[in-house]
């Protein structure tokens, strides 16, 4: 597998780390997911996903986020 040596900013580097430790990922896995990411093939299909996400929130009989349940959400605020 080839390898690359990189120059990054502080800042860059930085964020790079927080989103790997978010995501459990080592900074080097993180980076190629970036990557992936960027020069993917296909666009992201939008109806697609959300089509995706309605099917997820189904299996786990989420409550549909309509305005008046996401008002309702904000209203109540956090446990």
Do not use: H, K
């Not at 900074?27 to 992201?44: G, K, Y």
């Not at 309702?72 to 956090?78: D, L, N, S, V, Y």
């Amino acid at each position: 597998m080839p390898s690359l040596t990189l120059r990054l900013p502080d800042a860059l580097y930085e964020r790079l780390e927080a989103r790997a430790a978010a995501n459990r990922r080592s900074l080097n896995s993180e980076i190629l997911v970036c990557l992936e990411q960027a020069v993917a093939d296909a666009p992201r299909d939008a109806q697609a996903t959300l089509a995706r996400i309605d099917a997820l929130r189904e299996r786990l009989c989420a409550p549909p986020l309509t305005d008046d349940f996401l008002a309702e959400a904000r209203r109540g605020g956090r446990p």
